[in-house]
């Protein structure tokens, strides 16, 4: 079994910490709904742990942190600079070769090889906590076509 990708039929409310509440939910949802005939697209969601090996890649959750610990959070300017220069180490940062590999092969299998538009969703392990929330925080991109325009909408939900 994949350590990156997980499939949406694959999943429930018990993997909230593998691949976050959205993608939990929406497992749930297939397995919970198919059986009365409500039609729930499947998808796959990449894990947690892909998303921390992506940070320790190359030391960028070292560089964030060492950013963030240096900020003025009253100095809005340096909230901005900061900001900005972590997306941009972000998006310039690589992606694993498996990381890569798997992502394609999901895509392929997902599209069947057609050019169709897929959403790209962020999916936080702690966004709906019982004492807190942090819906509506994250980003979503809908209408994403071809395999390079996924893996620039996956970093930039990272």
Do not use: C
């Not at 709904?33 to 890649?57: C, H, I, Q």
């Not at 394609?104 to 169709?116: F, Q, R």
């Not at 966004?127 to 807190?132: F, G, N």
């Amino acid at each position: 079994m994949s350590t990156n990708i997980r499939w949406f039929h694959e999943l429930n409310m018990n993997h909230v910490e593998e691949v976050g509440g959205k993608n939990a939910s929406l497992g749930e949802m297939i397995s919970g709904m198919s059986a009365t005939g409500v039609n729930v697209p499947d998808g796959f969601a990449t894990t947690a742990k892909a998303y921390r090996e992506f940070l320790a890649k190359d030391n960028l959750a070292d560089r964030i942190n060492n950013a963030l610990q240096a900020l003025d959070v009253e100095d809005v300017s340096a909230l901005a600079k900061t900001g900005a220069e972590i997306r941009s180490w972000i998006m310039n940062a690589v992606f694993s070769e498996a990381f890569e590999k798997e992502v394609h092969e999901s895509y392929l299998e997902l599209t069947g090889g057609k050019d169709i538009a897929v959403a790209v969703r962020s999916s936080a392990t702690a966004e709906d906590l019982p004492d807190a929330s942090f819906a509506g925080q994250q980003e979503t991109f809908l209408n994403i076509r071809g395999y390079e325009n996924v893996l620039k909408a996956i970093k930039e939900v990272f």
